[in-house]
C-alpha cells in the first residue's frame, strides 16, 4: 500500500517549499508575484479595450447601427487617460517587487505609454478641427 501525501512545490529560487494554503482539503501553491502579475494584465487589458473601442466599435460598429456619432474621440481620451493610469501604476509595482522580468516589463509598459499618449494626441486633434 502506497503512503499518499500532498505535493508542495519547491520554490525555484533556493529549492525550499514553498508557503501552502489549504483549499477545500488540498494544498495549493500561493504565487508571490500574483499581484504584480495581475497589475501589468489589467494594464494592457484596459490599453486593448481603448483600442477596440477606438478602432473597431465607435468606427465602425456604432455608426453602423446609426449611434454615437462624435462620441470616440472623448471616449478614446478618457480611456486612454485610465490606461496610462494603470501602466503607471503596473511600473511602480513591478519596479517595486524585485521581478526577474521588472526592466523588461516596465520596458514594455513605456511603449505602451507612448502608443496611448499618440493616440491621445490625435484624438485631442479630432476634436479640435
Not at 39 to 57: E, G, K, N, P
Not at 100 to 124: E, T
Amino acid at each position: 500500500m502506497t503512503e499518499t501525501r500532498p505535493l508542495t512545490p519547491l520554490c525555484p529560487d533556493d529549492g525550499s517549499p514553498s508557503p501552502v494554503a489549504p483549499a477545500d482539503g488540498r494544498a495549493v501553491a500561493l504565487d508571490p508575484n500574483a499581484a504584480v502579475t495581475k497589475a501589468f494584465s489589467l494594464s494592457v487589458m484596459i490599453s486593448a479595450v481603448r483600442c477596440l473601442l477606438t478602432y473597431i466599435v465607435f468606427p465602425w460598429v456604432l455608426p453602423l447601427l446609426g449611434v454615437a456619432r462624435g462620441v470616440g474621440p472623448v471616449v478614446g481620451i478618457t480611456v486612454g487617460v485610465v490606461a496610462i493610469a494603470f501602466n503607471v501604476a503596473s511600473i511602480r509595482r513591478f519596479m517595486r517587487s524585485g521581478h526577474q522580468y521588472r526592466h523588461w516589463i516596465a520596458g514594455l509598459n513605456v511603449v505602451v505609454i507612448g502608443m496611448l499618449l499618440v493616440l491621445i494626441a490625435r484624438d485631442v486633434a479630432e476634436l479640435l478641427s
